[in-house]
């Protein structure tokens, strides 16, 4: 019997042929998901760069990112029953982890730092299916999101279905920023990308690669804590 070869898990690499030999997935089958050449995973050399990180989360939805990138955490994310089994709290309603970072609503930040879900602050959303809720930081979507309002989003899994003219917070390799999305005027195939804008008035539109894009979510409900004192 022939034995199986264990990868190297303290690499990207590693780790992405490990996820492909579980889920018996060839890398020619793997390439044409991805739309890239069928020596692309062995040809890695370093890491993924965002535009193909964003494709993977795509195509392969159930693969935890954390893992994949960081090597932090299991290698696959709950099944959306397991996960809606147990994250349902019969009184309260759907119980979805709080991230520790901010959706900036000013300009973007310097970087994005990476989040383990498990390490959240848990809270109730009123919404079902949600991934996880974000609190806005800043107010260039003021007067309709107020700095410090609770988002619960859903990340978009086809951007063939973008909500365009719609809010949503985009995850990018230069920070969490929550925004009107547009399509550009004029396309460019060399350099992809959206135009970001603020409902205040007084902030300029963003113009926004897609290769930083890591993802975009959805809102699908927000909450405003309003201070009586």
């Known amino acids: ?27 020619a089958e793997f390439a044409t998901l991805m739309g890239v050449s069928p020596t692309y995973v062995g040809a890695m050399r370093r890491g993924l760069s965002t535009a193909k990180a ?33 994250d349902l709290d019969e009184e309260t309603g759907t119980v979805v982890p ?8 000013g300009n ?21 299916p949600v991934d996880f809720a974000i609190r806005i930081s800043g107010d260039s979507m003021e007067p309709e999101f107020a700095d410090g309002t609770t988002l619960f989003v859903r990340r978009i899994t086809d951007r063939n279905f973008m909500p365009w003219g719609h809010p949503v917070v985009i995850d990018s390799s230069n920070g969490v920023i929550f925004k009107l999305i547009y399509p550009p005027e004029e396309r460019d195939d060399d350099d992809p990308w959206i135009e970001a804008r603020s ?31």
């Open 54 to 86: 964003s494709r993977l989360a795509e195509v392969f939805p159930e693969l935890n990112r954390d893992w994949l990138l960081y090597g932090q955490g299991e290698m696959l994310n709950e099944s959306a029953d397991e996960a809606a089994e147990a």
């Open 98 to 105: 709080l991230l520790p970072v901010q959706a900036f609503a």
């Open 199 to 229: 409902l205040n008035p007084r902030y300029p539109p963003l113009r926004i690669s897609t290769d930083t894009i890591l993802g975009i979510y959805r809102v699908c409900a927000s909450i405003r804590i309003y201070n009586t004192i």
């Open 1 to 27: 019997m022939k034995q199986q070869r264990n990868y190297d898990l303290a690499t990207v690499k590693g780790r992405l042929q490990t996820f492909l030999r579980e889920r018996n997935i060839t890398q």
């Open 108 to 128: 973007l930040q310097a970087w994005s730092k990476p989040v383990l879900l498990a390490d959240c602050e848990k809270i109730i959303s009123p919404v079902s």
